[in-house]
């Protein structure tokens, strides 16, 4: 199975997973899967679909926001944080490497008004560098660059 990355309490991250690997997933305690991997992105790698029927087969919830080479859109920021409230419970996110789906959570917090220096100490503990993505974050919310703002460190 792949390597799973927890952001915080009820979010994480991992690369590409297997629709043999759902039944773990939910054993380890997660009720829902989020995709963030366009289909045919690389050869061979599972299909959106068969994930979502193993998903559903393991009894979790599945949605499908995926995140190509153009970069995050509000709408797709928007799908994450309903993803995630939706969920109403841990949340595996996955793509091909999981920065994508660790960048899309933060962005995700930060629109909702999550502290950004926070996100980033939380991606940082699991391996991801926000930096790139930083200025994004403090715009979203309405941060200052120096992040000394409050915020909630949940960040869900």
């Given at each position: 199975m792949a390597t799973i990355r927890q952001l915080n309490e009820t979010v994480?991250?991992?690369?590409?997973?297997a629709p043999d690997d759902l039944a773990e997933i939910k054993a380890a305690g997660f009720v829902a899967i989020v995709n963030n991997r366009p289909d045919d992105e690389e050869p061979g790698q599972p299909s959106g679909e068969s994930i979502r029927a193993a998903a559903e087969a393991a009894g979790l919830s599945y949605a499908a926001i995926p995140v190509t080479g153009a970069g995050f859109s509000h709408p797709q920021l928007d799908a994450m944080a309903?993803?995630?409230?939706?969920?109403?419970?841990?949340?595996?996110a996955?793509?091909?490497?999981?920065?994508?789906?660790?960048?899309?959570?933060?962005?995700?917090a930060a629109k909702g008004g999550r502290n950004?220096?926070?996100?980033a100490m939380q991606a940082e503990q699991a391996g991801y560098d926000l930096t790139?993505?930083?200025?994004m974050l403090d715009a979203l919310a309405g941060a200052s660059?120096?992040?000394?703002?409050?915020g909630d460190a949940g960040a869900r």
């Open positions: 994480a991250v991992a690369p590409q997973i309903r993803a995630l409230v939706d969920a109403g419970g841990p949340v595996l996955y793509c091909r490497s999981g920065t994508r789906s660790c960048n899309l959570w933060a962005l995700a950004p220096r926070l996100l790139n993505i930083r200025p660059p120096s992040g000394d703002e409050d």
